[in-house]
């Protein structure tokens, strides 16, 4: 069983030779590796020399934006599973084994996610459900995020490509979503995805509450809103996707964290305006018709 890890990266150099070498490390070795670089300049040609590694690696460029990256590397995948490793993240040892023997013991199987903790037993990249079963439209939020999903590549070729709307670096605001845009498009499609809350992968956590990450925590709240939006969520899930980080805001200020209730204000103001943004985007649409008739 071939796997074909899609790694986008910009901007990092550290980082990916962790990951990298991380893969080294597995006791799985048939893999190959798609590095797709976003970088002007050639600094990771030294850390991706293909002696130094037991794997083939493709070393491929694309135009900004991690879901236009990730869909780059998808048309030269070979493999029978594909994953999305981010170039931060790191793989323990046995990893890649114990997924090979998930997908060869349940053939109906047609994915797997599983969560994400910093390294040193504590979760990073968002809250995870402890209970394994399998992925669906609710629960999809809290079973799996980019680094840690697994389909096999007959999916990947039925579910097509990434929204490039969504996900850090795109044209848009919506700096999130991307990846569970694509488990719910794989859902909704009919096919199996399990949760495995004991498969996990590494990834750091540092969420400082500064000036930088309450914009970030916006652009990632408008792509989840937009997510919502898309796929018609409930208007109940879409006011609990809203209250949740409220209440974050307003729990923060009573223990006097202020930078830490600007944080969850921004996640919120973020997901309002990504559910409001198919709204926006029709007005914005219908203004630029009636402009055009006016003209002519």
């Known amino acids: 069983m071939k796997f074909s890890l899609i790694l986008a990266t910009k901007d990092r150099v550290a980082e ?16 190959e590796l798609i590095v797709v670089d976003q970088n002007e300049d050639d600094r990771l040609k030294t850390i991706l020399s293909p002696v ?13 934006g991690l879901s236009r990256a990730r869909n780059v590397g998808l048309a030269s995948a070979t493999g029978d599973i594909i994953s999305f ?3 931060d993240c790191w793989y323990p040892s046995g990893l890649l084994a ?19 903790e910093d390294g040193c037993g504590h979760p990073s990249g968002g809250s995870f459900s402890r209970c394994k079963g399998r992925v669906d439209t609710k629960n999809v939020w809290k ?10 590549s007959s999916v ?21 979503g991307e990846e569970t845009d694509y488990l719910i498009r794989t859902i909704k499609s009919g096919f199996e995805i399990q949760y495995l809350p004991d498969l996990v992968v590494f990834h750091p956590n540092p969420i ?3 000036r930088n990450h309450c914009i970030k925590a916006f652009r990632y709240g408008v792509g989840m809103g937009r997510v919502l939006s898309k796929h018609r969520y409930a208007t109940s899930f879409d006011l609990y996707a809203i209250l949740r980080p409220l209440g974050g805001a307003v729990l923060s200020l009573f223990t006097l964290q202020v930078p830490k209730a600007a944080y969850h ?32």
């Open 16 to 31: 990916v030779d962790r990951c990298v070498r991380s893969l080294a490390a597995q006791s799985h070795g048939v893999l």
């Open 52 to 64: 130094s590694f037991p794997f083939p690696i493709m070393h491929l460029r694309s135009e900004p």
């Open 85 to 87: 490793p981010d170039d």
């Open 98 to 116: 114990r997924v090979a023997s998930e997908f060869q013991r349940h053939p109906s199987l047609d994915g797997l996610t599983g969560r994400s």
């Open 143 to 152: 079973q799996g995020i980019s680094y840690t999903i697994f389909l096999r």
């Open 156 to 176: 990947c070729a039925a579910v097509g490509a990434f929204d490039e709307e969504l996900g850090v670096g795109a044209s848009t605001r919506f700096g999130s």
């Open 208 to 210: 400082l509450y500064n």
């Open 265 to 296: 204000l921004a996640i919120a103001r973020g997901r309002l305006c990504g559910l409001l943004s198919e709204r926006s985007m029709y007005d914005t649409r219908l203004c630029a018709f009636r402009a055009g008739v006016r003209r002519r």
